[in-house]
Nanobody, 123 residues
């Protein structure tokens, strides 16, 4: 049974950094494209970043470019999102997702989801 577990969220001041992790089990992680999405209160879930199965292709939302980095360690079955220069508007629940075919910016195309981790950025 596939399981995705996010960790690393928390409260940070504006300008600070956090690294989110997504530990994956029950899937052939090296074959999975992965993505990060976020959802703020009262808003729809939005794409943050994605990475191909090999890790060679990465895509970012405009809001994340230059501040966030996505990576995956196939040996550890774990994906990461390094978030720097955080802003209050980054406050949201962050979800990781796995796609068995290719990375996407569309949430509905992902096959498996984690439960989310809260990120709160204070001003």
């Amino acid at each position: 049974q596939a399981q995705l577990v996010e960790s690393g969220g928390g409260l940070v001041q504006a300008g600070g950094s956090l690294r989110l992790s997504c530990a994956v089990s029950g899937l052939t992680f090296s074959s999975c494209a992965m993505g990060w999405f976020r959802q703020a209160p009262g808003k729809e879930r939005e794409f943050v970043a994605s990475i191909s199965a090999s890790g060679l292709t990465r895509n970012f939302a405009d809001s994340a470019k230059g501040r966030f980095t996505i990576s995956k360690d196939n040996a550890k079955n774990t994906m990461y999102l390094q978030m720097n220069s955080l802003k209050p508007e980054d406050t949201a629940v962050y979800f990781c997702a796995a796609d068995m075919y290719r990375p996407s910016t569309v949430a509905d195309e992902y096959d498996y989801w984690g439960q989310g981790t809260q990120v709160t950025v204070s001003s």
